[in-house]
């Protein structure tokens, strides 16, 4: 399973090095940030699972960050706890009133915070299974979204995540014409600058990873690209 990735952004250092220390322990992926500006940065840059955040923080704090988080499609699913100080608990309301999914109070024992993030991934692993896309199978080919992966005659592609999204997005909608714009929106994500050229290059290697398949993916000139139709008769 892979394994999940938790960002802290806490100033205060003693309890950053405990949490991280514990969270480590845990098996987690950490990653830490001790000013509200960097915190989000990182945020958004290196998707975590899920974020620990504090309230009074230099630069940003956290109630704000978590009104921006909650606001942003490509950051709203990720849970965000609060850790507040016991004078700060009104301000918990507040968190919790902008989207954020739970709280611990200061001084907290790592085993109950660890049990909680333990509670919040389980819950939004519950629903990103519900709503994910299906595995797509055309003939030779399986496509596994969960995984990441896809396989050709049970051999496993080489796919960059990118490729990745971008052969599910074509194989789920075999003889569809995708342009490259929609290829860039709904594969890469708009927050990514790509030109039209850089699409080339990444079904150029998606082909390369096809081998022999490689005419699986049509070019439909001055358009885009499509899956191959017959491939959904199970040929
Ligand atoms: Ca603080």
Do not use: W
């Not at 940003?60 to 004078?87: F, Q, Y």
């Not at 902008?98 to 939004?124: H, N, Q």
């Not at 396989?151 to 995540?161: A, D, S």
Request: with cysteine; net charge negative.
């Amino acid at each position: 399973m892979k394994q999940k990735h938790i960002i802290i952004i806490e100033d205060e250092k003693d309890i950053l090095e405990v949490l991280e220390y514990n969270l480590k322990r845990e098996g987690y992926r950490v990653s830490v940030s001790s000013d509200g500006r960097a915190g989000l940065k990182m945020v958004r840059q290196d998707t975590p699972d899920l974020v620990l955040l504090d309230i009074m923080l230099p630069e940003i704090d956290g109630l704000e960050i978590c009104r921006i988080l909650k606001n942003e499609t490509s950051t709203r699913a990720i849970p965000i706890i609060m850790v507040t100080a016991k004078e700060e608990e009104s301000d918990v309301v507040l968190g919790l009133g902008l989207g954020a999914d739970d709280y611990v109070t200061k001084p907290f024992s790592p085993k109950e915070l660890i049990a909680r993030i333990k509670a919040l991934l389980r819950r939004s692993s519950e629903i990103n299974e519900s709503t994910s896309s299906p595995s797509i199978t055309l003939g030779p080919l399986k496509i596994n979204p969960e995984q990441f992966s896809a396989q050709l005659f049970g051999q496993t592609l080489n796919l960059t995540n990118t490729e990745f999204r971008l052969l599910h997005k074509l194989a789920s909608q075999p003889g569809r014409v995708f342009s490259r714009e929609q290829l860039i929106q709904d594969a890469i994500g708009d927050h990514v600058v790509v030109s039209d050229r850089n699409i080339d290059v990444h079904i150029r290697a998606i082909r390369k990873s096809l081998g022999d398949h490689q005419d699986f993916i049509e070019t439909v000139r001055s358009v885009g690209y499509r899956f191959k139709e017959t491939m959904n008769k199970g040929l």
